[in-house]
């Protein structure tokens, strides 16, 4: 399996290309720890990269209720890798994901944003 260096979009945009990755997983986790994730088409990641992909925050545990239920997520070029258990003539990517609300302010639930806060203590 191939071990990716991305530093940008622009170096996942290429990887998926050279790959011909058939979608991307975006991973975050919820407040209690699960992996929750959605997926996108390669021709939306670059929109992804520029605006974020937005998702229904009221269906995560621990996010948002329904009023308030809109969410952006933004991935993370560094974690892009392809996912081991996929074929790979076909493979999935994924990429974790920054949480935002839709003002773009960090999502204060948001796993990654609480250890970033914690890790500059």
């Avoid at 979009?9 to 058939?22: E, F, G, M, Q, T």
């Avoid at 699960?34 to 996108?40: A, G, I, N, W």
């Avoid at 992909?53 to 308030?68: A, L, R």
């Amino acid at each position: 399996m191939a071990v990716f260096n991305c530093k940008n979009a622009d170096d996942v945009l290429k990887a998926v290309k050279d790959y011909n990755v058939s979608f991307v997983q975006f991973w975050f986790i919820d407040i209690l720890g699960v992996l929750k994730s959605f997926q996108v088409t390669p021709r939306e990641l670059e929109t992804a990269f520029e605006e974020g992909m937005g998702f229904d925050g009221s269906s995560i545990t621990g996010f948002t209720k329904i009023q308030e239920s809109d969410m952006v997520a933004f991935p993370d070029p560094t974690t892009f890798q392809l996912v081991a258990w996929r074929p790979s003539e076909r493979p999935v990517a994924r990429l974790f994901c920054d949480i935002k609300t839709p003002d773009g302010n960090p999502f204060v639930a948001d796993s990654r944003y609480i250890l970033k806060k914690m890790t500059k203590k």
